[in-house]
């Protein structure tokens, strides 16, 4: 597994967002999605707000590779089923977009349960 760098890690941190795309099995991208993100101890984590059936999501955990883009910089990933960090990143998420209803609907279920580490590769 690759890490981030440092610098990636301040750059993800700085984006408000991020935008994230499912590789198919030819090895092309799927359609870019904005979500949000937080990085926790580390790593890199997203979930879908709108639980296990939004279409990125289906699409990211078809191969469970893909590419994220931030301010300008663009990584091939893997994506990562991690719950283990659920409350931490709850916190993040709190910490980083407030407590308003996005951040609490990503931090209820179904959101929670479509927690991914993304790993660059």
Do not use: C
Request: aromatic residues 10%; glycine residues 8%; proline residues 3%.
């Amino acid at each position: 597994m690759a890490n981030w760098t440092e610098s990636e890690l301040d750059s993800l941190e700085q984006a408000y967002e991020i935008r994230v795309a499912g590789e198919r099995k030819d090895g092309s991208l799927r359609s870019w999605r904005i979500v949000w993100h937080a990085v926790v101890d580390g790593a890199l984590f997203v979930r879908s707000v709108n639980g296990p059936e939004a279409g990125w999501f289906v699409g990211v955990r078809r191969q469970m590779r893909g590419a994220v883009q931030w301010q300008g910089e663009t990584r091939d990933v893997v994506f990562v089923d991690e719950a283990s960090h659920d409350a931490a990143l709850d916190a993040a998420y709190v910490a980083r977009y407030g407590n308003g209803s996005p951040t609490q609907a990503l931090n209820r279920q179904p959101a929670r349960a479509t927690t991914l580490r993304i790993d660059p590769r």
